[in-house]
């Protein structure tokens, strides 16, 4: 599955945290889809010819992110993108729509509904950073040294970005898949913007909302890539466990990014919960 007819990112709208590039598709009721790191909306596009059937389906690329503004100034850390998604659904009218979150996408979600009063109707957290800690060993070295990062020749940085999007999958996705995930940080704002989303990543902004989830106001579904080289789904299961009102189901032979390498298997566990 690789229609990319329906994806586009044709309105730029002006936030707090500078522009952002945005995309809608389709008739029904409202659903908005929050990609991760190191991704980008793109990561959906398998998902939203299918979903854009029976939804008005919204997406964005974050700041920092993807075709929206990057800036070395620029502060992209979970706390912001909590506060500009609730910017996106004021900017869509949207009130109470369905939410599917994925990777860093959880967190900001999360902290938009917990923090910022956003109410959803339906919510599914997919491979979520949600829970403390999260962060690997090369994460955390990243952090601690990105100026030398940011001076990498751009061959090097390329071998970077494709060994780091490589180490999210356990199944194959394609070349061409794989290119596009890398593009936005191959070019020279990307390559800065890349190593500072390591620099700005704290726990802190997990750690600040862990206690409210048994306050989320929503059904919530969790789905998890049973073979996640990232988050474990040791991580899924206690955040089930620390969500009372959700529900937990595993994917077999998936990875970190479920939604490009079991695309059907991934509609069939929306359709069913949307």
Request: hydrophobic residues 40%; glycine residues 10%.
């Amino acid at each position: 599955m690789n229609d990319t007819t329906n994806w586009h990112l044709s309105e730029e709208i002006r936030t707090s945290a500078g522009v952002v590039m945005a995309g809608r598709a389709g008739e029904g009721p409202s659903l908005v889809l929050a990609h991760g790191w190191p991704w980008s909306s793109w990561s959906w596009h398998r998902l939203i010819p299918e979903l854009s059937r029976k939804f008005r389906v919204h997406w964005y690329d974050m700041p920092g992110y993807g075709r929206s503004a990057k800036s070395p100034e620029q502060r992209t850390s979970l706390d912001i993108q909590g506060k500009i998604f609730a910017e996106m659904l004021d900017h869509w009218q949207l009130e109470r729509p369905s939410v599917v979150a994925h990777d860093f996408g959880g967190a900001t979600t999360l902290r938009a509904h917990l923090l910022h009063g956003c109410d959803f109707g339906k919510y599914v957290l997919m491979n979520v950073v949600a829970l403390s800690p999260w962060g690997s060993e090369f994460f955390d070295h990243v952090g601690r040294h990105v100026e030398a990062f940011v001076g990498l020749p751009p061959h090097i940085h390329r071998a970077v970005v494709d060994a780091y999007i490589g180490g999210a999958l356990v199944n194959e996705i394609g070349a061409e898949a794989r290119a596009a995930l890398a593009g936005p940080w191959l070019t020279e704002e990307g390559h800065g913007s890349f190593y500072r989303q390591f620099a700005q990543a704290d726990e802190a902004y997990t750690n600040e909302i862990e206690p409210l989830y048994g306050d989320i106001r929503c059904p919530v579904k969790i789905l998890w890539g049973e073979d996640d080289p990232w988050i474990p789904i040791d991580r899924g299961r206690a955040l089930h466990e620390a969500i009372p009102q959700s529900t937990f189901e595993a994917l077999p032979n998936a990875g970190h990014l479920p939604q490009l390498e079991v695309p059907d298997l991934v509609l069939a566990k929306l359709g069913t919960f949307l």
